[in-house]
């Protein structure tokens, strides 16, 4: 991987950015419990066709952590992500997002469609799906809490034996005790503002659907069958936006890019080539589903046609 560069946002905060490759740019942003190095295995893969661009986020170390919470908002990680475009010149970039990272690359095709070529949008909608969202914003200030009072090691135990997260330990062991290891180098503090101020006051995904009717960048959202919190979402965001695939990984938690590096560089290389050659669809308005044989409903007192 290329040595690091640093980027500086509007408001003064220095983002550790790599840059790495030649070909067509491929902008990667991380989860909430990543970083820039979360994305090692796609770089080292993908590098030799593909510019791949990764930082971390604000919050995360080698990145500025700073202390005032009103630095912390999903605006401002979207600005962020146009802040090392614009220090590496890049004008227009195809987006992997994980989780959080996903979630600023719908955003930035919603805001800035002009710079983005596609969206991948991975394990994206955490707390958006409306059965469960008052559950997720009151965990977010529990997380909030047991880093401030535990520890980032302490937390980063607990997320990689969660229900999403204990697939990693199935398919990649290795990769799972990495995952440990480099959540408790994080910065305690900047994990928790993120939580606070990013996570716990985003929109829901569910309640710009109306503007998803309208996003005008092709779109892959990839989820894993195992990945609950995620699946609800993928599917609404299947059903809203004109140009977007869904993509179910059996077996598969929150990590796929961890989980299964190879059949996920994969699906990236597919889709930013279909994109690139023009060959990825809008959906057909015809298969939008309105009954099961594609026929109108017969008006009162007209027969049923025999299967």
């Known amino acids: 991987m290329s040595a690091g560069l640093f980027a500086e946002t509007s408001d003064g905060v220095r983002l550790h950015v790599t840059d790495t490759g030649s070909g067509v740019p491929v902008l990667f942003l991380h989860e909430y419990a990543g970083d820039h190095r979360s994305w090692s295995r796609q770089v080292a893969d993908l590098q030799d066709d593909h510019r791949c661009i990764t930082y971390a986020a604000r919050g995360y170390p080698p990145s500025d952590v700073p202390a005032d919470p009103s630095a912390y908002s999903w605006q401002r990680a979207v600005g962020d992500a146009l802040t090392v475009l614009d220090a590496l010149e890049v004008d227009t970039a195809h987006v992997v997002g994980l989780s959080m990272g996903g979630y600023t690359a719908l955003q930035l095709g919603l805001r800035h469609p002009d710079r983005v070529r596609s969206i991948m949008a991975v394990s994206v909608g955490s707390g958006s ?132 590096p190879r059949q996920f560089n994969d699906i990236v290389r597919r889709f930013v080539r279909s994109v690139e050659t023009g060959a990825w669809p809008e959906r057909d308005p015809r298969s939008r589903f309105t009954s099961q044989f594609g026929l109108d409903q017969p008006r009162s007192g007209e027969p049923v046609a025999a299967e």
Not at 181 to 194: D, I, K, M
Not at 195 to 212: C, K, M, N, T, W
Not at 226 to 240: F, H, I, N, V, Y
Request: with cysteine; charged share 25%; glycine share 8%.
């Open 129 to 260: 799906d409306p059965a469960t969202r008052p559950a997720y914003l009151a965990e977010t200030q529990i997380v909030a809490d047991q880093l401030r009072t535990r520890g980032a090691g302490f937390v980063g135990r607990k997320f990689a034996e969660g229900p999403s997260r204990v697939q990693l330990q199935y398919h990649n062991e290795p990769a799972w005790h990495e995952f440990v290891e480099q959540f408790a180098e994080h910065s305690a503090e900047g994990l928790a503002l993120t939580i606070l101020e990013v996570q716990g006051r985003r929109p829901s995904l569910h309640d710009l659907a109306d503007e998803f009717r309208k996003f005008p960048v092709p779109l892959l959202v990839v989820t894993g069958d195992e990945d609950e919190a995620c699946l609800s979402t993928g599917l609404m965001l299947k059903r809203t936006a004109p140009a977007c695939g869904l993509h179910v990984l059996p077996n598969s938690g929150h990590v796929p890019n961890l989980e299964n």
